[in-house]
């Protein structure tokens, strides 16, 4: 737990703001109760959590399951930031299913702000955003291609982009990295939590 303890004063040092959580909240869960650092903490629905379901009802559930199994995890009453994974190709119902169940969420109080993680093809996002307009902010992976297509219809919506940082490229060049980050667009750096080690 020292190691976790180091991680935490590093990354405030750095400035990051926002912790993804999404590859291991049980992990994360511990030790943000343990150590309770004023990280807010992001979360992005796994990429087959609607492949396979039949329809929006059952994609709500699946996702208000998702939602209550992270929230038991971090022990908190509510994630700062909720993103659906833009990657997956989904019909209609699941994603109007996926959208009502975390309008409820967020009215309840569970969910801080709605996001749309934009992985995959950076137009397939365009696509979906443009036709649901449910999301608060954006998180954009550090790629030029992404920045260059999503980042002018972040700008244009006036939602809050996120852009992700690798722990490994913060280590290298911190306050550069950060500084370039701001210069592209960004709000806020997210960084993509992985367990740390020796």
């Known amino acids: 737990m020292e190691q976790v303890a180091a991680f935490f004063e590093k990354l405030q040092l750095l400035g990051v703001e926002v912790l993804d959580i999404t590859p291991s909240h049980g992990f994360w869960g511990s030790c943000l109760r343990v150590h309770q650092p004023s990280l807010q903490v992001a979360i992005v629905t796994p990429a087959n959590l609607l492949a396979y379901t039949p329809g929006s009802l059952h994609a709500a559930r699946a996702v208000q399951a998702h939602l209550i199994e992270v929230l038991c995890a971090i022990g908190r009453e509510r ?3 909720y993103l659906l994974n833009g990657a997956p190709l989904l019909d209609e119902a699941q994603l109007s299913g996926a959208l009502e169940a975390l309008e409820l969420a967020r009215q309840e109080g569970q969910i801080g702000a709605l996001g749309l993680a934009a ?3 950076p137009l397939r996002t365009l696509a979906l955003w443009r036709t649901h ?3 608060e902010l954006v998180l954009l992976p550090d790629q ?3 920045l260059q297509t999503l980042l002018p219809e972040a700008r244009a919506r006036r939602v809050g982009v996120l852009v992700e940082a690798l722990e490994l490229a913060l280590a290298q060049a911190p306050d550069k990295y950060e500084a370039l980050l701001r210069a592209r ?3 806020a750096v997210l960084l993509k939590g992985t367990i740390p080690v020796e």
Do not use: K, M, T, W
């Open 79 to 81: 994630c700062d930031y």
């Open 119 to 121: 992985y995959g093809d």
């Open 133 to 135: 307009d449910a999301f």
């Open 144 to 146: 030029p291609a992404v």
């Open 185 to 187: 667009g960004a709000d």
